[in-house]
């Protein structure tokens, strides 16, 4: 056999080894085309947009304003014809009118019915015979001094003194004062209404303090 002419097993191995190294070549260029398209994609902006960088530096760039002052306030933008805005207060509601209460009118007073008048005195107090003589005061006789003492003495009715008034003194303070004293200790006849039953009344005593 000439080395021309192959043995069919090994013309088989031969195209088998071949196609196989065909086929890996296809697939590392599939791989590297791959490649390329994606990086060609992720570097080049979407139709119809500028680029970041291109973009920023195509817009006008202004100074930033200089701060404000401390207490000031910024101006209010202009309107479209070039007049300021103004600032408008609106007018507070005008607040609910409150009716006025109604006034009541007292109603009026009746006078308290006024108790009956008792029955008027028909016979005032008198002194009871063999009542003590008032005492003669010893340094008032001593001086001897004198004069007479009206009393008003009020009478209960049972014949009892009990508050007594100097009407008229006698110029002695020594002898107003036993006359007072012995006006306390003296009984009466008590006063009497037309029917004669006793009441409460006054009585005008004078007393008389004479040196002889």
């Known amino acids: 056999m000439s080395r021309t002419e192959e043995h069919p097993a090994d013309l088989l191995r031969r195209l088998a080894r071949s196609r196989w190294a065909v086929v890996a070549g296809a697939f590392v260029l599939g ?6 398209v994606v990086t060609r994609q992720s570097g080049e902006p979407a139709p119809g ?6 973009a920023l530096a195509a817009l006008p760039s ?8 401390a207490g000031t306030s910024a101006p209010l933008p202009r309107t ?25 009118e007292p109603a009026p007073v009746e006078p308290a019915p006024v108790a009956p008048v008792a029955s008027s005195i028909a016979q005032a107090p008198e002194l009871l ?10 340094s008032a006789l001593r001086r001897g001094e004198s004069g007479t003492v009206v009393l008003r003495v009020q009478v209960d ?15 002695s303070r020594e002898l107003d004062r ?27 005593v004078p007393v008389e303090f004479q040196t002889e």
């Open 157 to 171: 009715a049972e014949g009892r003194a009990g508050d007594v008034e100097i009407v008229e003194r006698s110029g």
């Open 31 to 36: 791989w590297v085309l791959f490649l390329l």
């Open 178 to 204: 036993a006359a007072a004293e012995a006006a306390l200790r003296w009984r009466f006849q008590p006063a009497r209404d037309g029917e004669g039953r006793p009441l409460p009344g006054e009585a005008i």
């Open 62 to 69: 202004e100074p930033l304003p200089a701060p404000m002052p």
């Open 80 to 104: 479209a014809d070039g007049e300021e805005p103004r600032l408008v207060e609106e007018a507070p509601a005008p607040e609910p009118v409150q009716p006025e209460p109604e006034t009541v």
């Open 129 to 138: 015979p063999g009542q003590p003589a008032p005492r003669y005061p010893a």
């Open 49 to 54: 947009e500028a680029a970041p960088a291109a």
